[in-house]
């Protein structure tokens, strides 16, 4: 028998990730909250938009802001300079929350699956040419934005994920870039150029580049050259999404690359300019 909703309070709803966690947290039948700030006459349209749909889906709103963010296991990755110094940041975060005695979950969700699709693809441009950073062997997780959403609230009414990490890394979408090309190429009817940047060149730019343009590089090396997503086993203490929602269909990596091909989710590239 299901356990009673619990209350989901969401901040940083209104965010790239955050709209599709509002969205799985109604759909899964939660009274649903989502942190923001105010909307006045300068709030974006595009946010304004959300809120609306927001209060048509029964969401409340309550007006403050606080930010939010996925990605790697920060505790078990060693990445460049960059991306380590900003990793810090979130491991002095995590070890007060631990030492506090605060009830808590650690997510670790890998790649924002149609996030990275549009970057290291980009479909949106029809090229012809495609980066591949360092030999395209190295394996990765791209994990769809809506399975992480539904994950995640899954996770926030799980007994067994109290004071435990998550990790988010379903078989059917662990991939090299190399295979990620070969599909997108099958399945678009396409053939592609690929321009493959050697490991010394993207330590180079990490090091010449301005902050905070060297975190970017930084993060696609930390993922496609030294494949920090999969270089560690999940250990006993460790729980894995999949796993644990066995009878949740996610959606896999050609799944994925099916709807890009239908109906191809917006590109949204603020930490990749």
């Not at 989502?34 to 609306?52: A, D, E, F, G, M």
């Not at 990755?77 to 960059?82: E, Y």
């Not at 002095?92 to 924002?112: N, Q």
């Given at each position: 028998?299901?356990s009673k ?6 901040f ?9 966690i509002?969205k799985?947290?109604?759909t899964?039948?939660?009274?649903t ?5 105010p ?12 809120c609306?749909e ?6 409340i709103?309550?007006?403050?802001f ?9 505790d078990?990755?060693?990445p460049?300079p ?8 979130k491991r002095?975060?995590?070890?007060e929350?631990e030492?506090s ?5 650690f997510v670790?969700?890998?790649?924002c699956?149609?996030y ?6 980009r ?47 379903p078989s059917?979408?662990?991939i ?11 399945k678009?009817?396409?053939?592609f150029h690929?321009?493959?940047v ?9 090091k010449?580049?301005?902050?905070p343009?060297?975190?970017p ?10 494949g920090d ?9 460790d ?5 644990l929602?066995?009878?949740y ?13 239908v109906?191809?989710?917006t ?5 990749f300019?």
């Amino acid at each position: 028998m299901e356990s009673k909703k619990s209350r989901i309070l969401v901040f940083g709803g209104t965010g790239y990730i955050g709209k599709y966690i509002v969205k799985a947290s109604i759909t899964l039948g939660h009274p649903t909250l989502v942190y923001t700030r105010p909307l006045n006459s300068q709030t974006p349209h595009s946010k304004t938009q959300i809120c609306n749909e927001f209060n048509s889906m029964g969401v409340i709103l309550v007006q403050r802001f606080l930010p939010s963010e996925f990605g790697v296991e920060e505790d078990r990755v060693n990445p460049l300079p960059p991306f380590q110094e900003f990793l810090n940041k979130k491991r002095i975060i995590r070890r007060e929350i631990e030492a506090s005695g605060i009830p808590y979950t650690f997510v670790s969700a890998s790649c924002c699956g149609a996030y990275f699709v549009n970057i290291l693809l980009r479909p949106y441009e029809k090229v012809h040419n495609i980066s591949v950073y360092g030999n395209g062997e190295t394996k990765a997780i791209l994990n769809y934005e809506e399975d992480i959403a539904m994950y995640t609230i899954k996770v926030a009414n799980d007994p067994r994920t109290c004071n435990r990490i998550v990790l988010y890394r379903p078989s059917k979408n662990i991939i090299t870039q190399n295979e990620l090309i070969s599909l997108w190429e099958q399945k678009s009817g396409q053939n592609f150029h690929m321009d493959f940047v050697p490991e010394e060149e993207i330590i180079k730019l990490s090091k010449t580049l301005p902050p905070p343009q060297d975190i970017p590089i930084s993060i696609l090396h930390s993922i496609f050259v030294r494949g920090d997503l999969v270089n560690f086993e999940i250990g006993e203490e460790d729980l894995e999404a999949s796993q644990l929602y066995p009878d949740y269909n996610y959606t896999s990596i050609d799944q994925l690359l099916d709807i890009f091909l239908v109906d191809p989710p917006t590109p949204a590239f603020a930490a990749f300019e």
